[in-house]
């Protein structure tokens, strides 16, 4: 069983900085591409980021692109993402998750709790 949790949500003012964390245990780390996900009040979730398994690889919504930066640590079986010039359409609930690849198409297997961002104007 993959377990994920997430840490370092909080409240912030818009224009500053958090750096969230997920750690993972269960099953090996590197077999896992991951992802980080969110879900604004009365919206549907949505992607924001992904890293492959070695690191090198990674992708960004539009909306956090040169902003947000996913990264992974495979020794502490970690991947953050730290979030700078936050704005208060960021505010909501961020998901990490683990999954596979295969042909270009993400399945993401096992998802964290949630932590929570609130950006105030």
């Known amino acids: 069983q993959v377990q994920l949790v997430e840490s370092g949500g909080g409240l912030v003012q818009a224009g500053g900085s958090l750096t969230l964390s997920c750690e993972v245990s269960?099953?090996?780390?590197?077999?896992?591409?991951m992802g980080w996900f969110r879900r604004a009040p009365g919206k549907e979730r949505e992607f924001v980021a992904r890293i492959s398994l070695t690191g090198i690889t990674t992708d960004y919504a539009d909306s956090v692109k040169g902003r947000f930066t996913i990264s992974r640590d495979n020794v502490k079986n970690t991947a953050n993402l730290q979030m700078n010039g936050l704005k208060p359409e960021d505010t909501a609930v961020y998901y990490c998750?683990?999954?596979?690849?295969?042909?270009?198409?993400?399945?993401?297997?096992?998802w964290g709790q949630g932590t929570q961002v609130t950006v105030s104007s």
């Open positions: 998750a683990a999954g596979m690849e295969s042909g270009g198409k993400y399945d993401y297997l096992y």
């Open positions: 269960g099953r090996p780390f590197t077999y896992y591409n």
